[in-house]
């Protein structure tokens, strides 16, 4: 799916003390990142803001990767 990201707010850090995020994008959806992903230590960097990303999810529906569109593989997928 394709979306952008209005607002990141911080979580606690899992058990195993890696970063969380809840990520609201500007369609209105809300969803957290997975717990203990790499994507929690890259969500803040530049380069997702104010930019359309590929979301890719878990089963659960948990945030695992981010791809900006057009960019890479996954970008190609979305039908």
């Given at each position: 799916?394709?979306?952008?990201?209005?607002k990141?707010?911080?979580?606690?850090?899992?058990?195993?003390?890696?970063?969380?995020f809840?990520?609201?994008?500007?369609?209105?959806?809300v969803?957290?990142t997975q717990?203990?992903?790499?994507?929690g230590?890259?969500?803040?960097n530049?380069?997702?803001r104010?930019?359309?990303?590929?979301?890719?999810?878990?089963?659960?529906?948990?945030?695992?990767?981010?791809?900006?569109?057009?960019?890479?593989?996954?970008?190609?997928?979305?039908?």
């Amino acid at each position: 799916m394709i979306k952008t990201i209005a607002k990141l707010e911080r979580l606690r850090l899992s058990v195993n003390g890696n970063p969380r995020f809840r990520v609201t994008f500007t369609d209105g959806a809300v969803m957290q990142t997975q717990t203990d992903a790499m994507i929690g230590y890259s969500i803040e960097n530049l380069e997702y803001r104010d930019v359309p990303l590929h979301v890719s999810t878990s089963h659960a529906g948990r945030i695992t990767d981010l791809v900006p569109a057009g960019h890479g593989e996954a970008a190609h997928t979305e039908a």
